[in-house]
């Protein structure tokens, strides 16, 4: 007897990742992404490109991020520049190689910062980066049942 309450592994059950592929070539209405040969890229979208909504603009327009960067404690306040310079750069060089990997908002909170992406390793990404640049504590949790990976930098 097979079970089928078992809980879904992310990429079966991420309700923004892409079910079928898609007509190619697509370009995203919004950001001008174009999808090719099985993957979203930047560069001139063909004329006969159909028009969709990426993922990652999709998730941006939803408001529901992949990734959650937490920053705690009151060292990231006394460096804030410096810190949202690092995490702007750490984006800017994962979106010229892959796409789909964007922040989509900073909300600053107390002596909170949450920072929200659009994929979960952008999210793990920056987090790493915290970590190896001003050292500090570092946790993920990605629990099973959700699609969405909290991680907490804390100095």
């Not at 099985?38 to 603009?57: F, M, N, Q, T, Y």
């Not at 790493?128 to 990605?142: K, N, R, S, T």
């Amino acid at each position: 007897m097979t079970r089928r309450d078992k809980l879904l592994r992310e990429h079966e059950h991420d309700p923004y990742q892409t079910r079928k592929k898609m007509s190619d070539p697509s370009a995203c209405t919004e950001c001008g992404a174009r999808y090719r040969n099985g993957r979203w890229e930047w560069g001139d979208s063909p004329i006969d490109a159909k028009p969709v909504l990426c993922p990652a603009c999709h998730r941006s327009r939803d408001g529901l991020p992949a990734g959650i960067l937490r920053l705690e404690g009151a060292f990231h306040l006394a460096h804030r520049a410096e810190i949202l310079g690092l995490l702007r750069n750490i984006e800017e060089r994962e979106v010229k190689a892959h796409a789909l990997k964007r922040i989509m908002g900073v909300e600053e909170q107390g002596e909170t910062v949450t920072v929200t992406t659009t994929h979960a390793g952008l999210a793990r990404s920056l987090g790493d980066a915290l970590h190896h640049a001003y050292g500090g504590e570092l946790d993920y949790h990605y629990p099973e049942e959700a699609t969405v990976l909290r991680v907490r930098w804390a100095r």
